[in-house]
Structure formats: C-alpha cells, structure tokens
C-alpha cells in the first residue's frame, strides 16, 4: 500500500508540473516569440529594401517579446492564410486581426487595443459616382466595382452587403488601391485609418465615402491558438492594458501613421 500511495503521489506530482506549464513557457523555452504578419499599414508594415517590419502592432510584438524575455521574429504571411497559419502552429500570434463571432470559432483573441471602422476611397471625377455617394446603397449597383483585400475582415463585410456591384478580390492592399487609380476599380474599402493615408496622398483626386450607418466597427487585436489557457490569455491582455492605459500605444498609433504618411 506504501508503495502505491508514493506512486499515485508522484503521478500527481508530475501531473501537476505539466498542467503548470503555459504557452509562454514553450515560447521562452524557444527563446523566440513568431509573429504572423500580414501587411496592412499602419498596423503591420515592411521595408520592402531591407525586409525590416514596423507599425504599431508590429511594436507591440516586439514589446512582449521583451516581456518575454525571448527575441520576436515575423513570419510572412496573407490575410486569406493569418488564421489557418496560426491554427497550424506557423506561429504564435496573428497580428491585428478583427475580432470577428467566425474566427473566434477558430481562435482566440487578446483584448482589442485599438477599434476599426471600415470606409470607402473614390475617384470624385468618376462619372459613375457623380453625385457623392452616402451609403452603402448608393454604390451597390451594376457597373460599380469595389476592390478590396482578398480575405480580409473587409472583404467578409462587403461580402455581407453588396447586391449589384461587382467585388474586385486582390491579394493585398497595395493592388486594391492601385485598382481605383488605374480606374480599374471603382472604390476600395479598407479600415479607415488606412484609407485616410490613402486618399491623403491623392487629394487631388480622392474622395472618401464614410457610409451611414456604419458598415462595421470591430476591435483589432492579436489571435492566439485556442489551446491558450486563460491564465495565458491574462498575460498578453494585462500587457495590453498598460500599454493602453498609459498612452503608450496611442503614440505607437501616430509613430505608426507619420511613418506610413512619409513612405507614400
């Protein structure tokens, strides 16, 4: 009986060892922190020269890293793969995702440290559009095209809405906005933010249409495996939350917008 009781104790023992280990723990035991990224300024952004990546989300993967005490390292991805990559373990975070009800069936999400809206950038001499458009009605006919990012949360969104108009799928934002510059396209959507760096540089032309009501509002944050436990989860979310509250991720945001401003 002795020696079954020493044993079972240490069975629990060992047991309970394992179930103390964490993500994190295999992330440190890596000495590396994988960061999926998919291109979308400012969130994510890379020196097409030198490989080098910024944007604020990217900041803050650096950052956690550090917390960490591990080094962070990217891993190209697109928007159409960033969850079905982290779902195979190609990483350990997809950076600035929308938080969506279908992808938290996949996935987890941190909390969301910055929200997003979704609007449209024209062409104000585009004869199609010769009165300024209002909502999202007032663009979904035949003859209208909308590009967007292939796979994106605005794609999924447009998706949901258009009736009429055609939807103009290209593999990153850079082919969707230069879709309506060579006319090919007759609007692009993508998140405010971005659109506003967008229509900044072609003010001369570049119109944008924030439609009523809103087409969405979603919160943008980092998507984690569904095998974090939640003790995981509070590790990356009270990081979150100071940087947050102390305004730090605010500057990240202006640091990140200046950048991309200055690169078009």
Not at 49 to 78: I, M, P, R
Not at 135 to 161: E, H, N, P, R
Not at 178 to 185: E, M, N, T
Not at 190 to 218: G, I, V
Request: net charge negative.
């Amino acid at each position: 009986m002795l020696i079954v009781a020493a044993v079972a104790v240490a069975g629990f023992g060992a047991t309970t060892a394992k179930a103390e280990d964490g993500y994190w723990d295999g992330v440190k035991k890596a000495g590396v922190l994988r960061c999926g990224a998919a291109i979308a300024a400012p969130y994510v952004m890379r020196d097409p020269a030198t490989g080098e990546y910024s944007g604020f989300f990217s900041e803050l993967c650096k950052e956690f890293a550090e917390t960490l005490g591990v080094k962070a390292q990217f891993v190209d991805t697109n928007w159409d793969n960033i969850v079905a990559g982290l779902q195979a373990s190609k990483w350990d975070m997809s950076m600035a995702l929308n938080r969506t009800p279908t992808r938290a069936l996949a996935i987890q999400y941190s909390n969301a440290p910055v929200d997003l809206t979704m609007n449209f950038v024209y062409n104000k001499k585009n004869p199609k559009l010769a009165e300024a458009p209002k909502s999202v009605s007032d663009i979904d006919k035949a003859g209208v095209t909308v590009a967007v990012m292939s796979g994106s949360a605005q794609d999924k969104a447009l998706s949901a809405v258009l009736k009429s108009a055609t939807v103009m799928r290209l593999p990153g934002n850079d082919e969707a906005r230069l879709a309506v510059i060579s006319k090919r396209a007759d609007l692009v959507i993508d998140a405010n933010d971005t659109n506003a760096l967008f229509s900044q540089a072609h003010s001369d032309w570049a119109a944008t249409l924030d439609p009523e009501p809103a087409l969405s509002k979603q919160g943008v944050a980092f998507g984690v495996p569904h095998s974090l436990s939640y003790a995981d989860i509070q590790v990356l979310n009270i990081f979150l939350e100071e940087k947050v509250a102390t305004g730090h991720v605010k500057q990240l945001v202006d640091d990140a917008t200046k950048k991309a401003a200055e690169a078009k």
